[in-house]
C-alpha cells in the first residue's frame, strides 16, 4: 500500500490523521525543507502539501518531479486558496497532453 504524508502548519492538516493520513505539521516557515526532506527519504508515495508550503519549497518540489514518487499534491490551506495547486494541475496536463485541455487559455 502507497504511504501518503500531509505537510504543513497544525491547523489546516489536523483533519487529515482522522482518515489515517500521517502528518507532518510544520508552523515555522524554517523547518519546511528539512521536514520535506524526511518524507521524501520515508518513501511516502503521496505527498499532500499546504499551498503555503509548496511556495516554500519550489525548488524542492522540482527535484520530485523528476521522479516517479513521491507525487507532491499541492492543497488549500486553513488561510484559503493560493491558486498554486490548480497552477500546478494545468502543468501537469499541458505537460501530458502538449496543450491546455482544462483551462483554454
Excluded at 52 to 69: F, G, Q, R, V
Excluded at 86 to 97: G, M, P, S, W
Amino acid at each position: 500500500m502507497v504511504k501518503i504524508a500531509v505537510l504543513g502548519d497544525t491547523e489546516s492538516i489536523k483533519g487529515f490523521a482522522a482518515v489515517g493520513l500521517d502528518i507532518f505539521p510544520c508552523d515555522h516557515d524554517d523547518d519546511a525543507p528539512s521536514v520535506f526532506k524526511r518524507i521524501v527519504d520515508a518513501d511516502y508515495g503521496v505527498i499532500y502539501i499546504t499551498e503555503h508550503m509548496a511556495s516554500l519549497l519550489s525548488k524542492e518540489i522540482e527535484k520530485t518531479d523528476e521522479c516517479l514518487t513521491p507525487s507532491v499534491v499541492p492543497i488549500p490551506g486553513a488561510g484559503g486558496n493560493t491558486g498554486i495547486g490548480t497552477a500546478r494541475l494545468k502543468e501537469a496536463v499541458e505537460k501530458a497532453v502538449g496543450s491546455d485541455i482544462i483551462f483554454n487559455k
